[in-house]
């Protein structure tokens, strides 16, 4: 089975990493730094994780991106798949996307490392 890769950042800090798989939670998922409560949180606090799974279209997206990942790892050469998960600033969206695409993941018996690439870099002042 192909070991899996997650990387959670921020497009305002650094470009892409190299993936197979980019996810863009920009624009179609509403952004929880416009909360005020909740813009110095990160993805790991409960409040901006519920804020994340409860926006409509969110879960739908996790269970299409464990079908497209099961998809790359039954090719030939799938020997590693890095998925990533993307936001503004790398410290919500992204997070919770990472962090809940590696549970399901996990729970079909993939190895699935996890990295926050932006997760402790200052908000972004927008």
Known sequence: ????EIVSFGFLHAPAPVADVVLDL?????DPHVDP????MTGQDRAVRRAVLNTTGIRQ?????VRQVQ??????????IVIGSACAGGRHRSVV??????????????TVTVTHRDIRRPVVQR
Not at 61 to 65: D, G, P, V, Y
Not at 71 to 80: H, I, L, Q, T, V
């Open 1 to 4: 089975m192909a070991e899996i």
């Open 37 to 40: 409560r909740l813009r110095e």
């Open 26 to 30: 920009r624009r179609a998922f509403r």
């Open 71 to 80: 998809a790359y790892a039954s090719g030939p050469s799938a020997d590693r």
């Open 97 to 110: 996307v990472a962090e809940q695409l590696a549970r399901r993941l996990r729970r079909r018996g993939h």
């Open 61 to 65: 997206l996790l269970a299409a991106t």
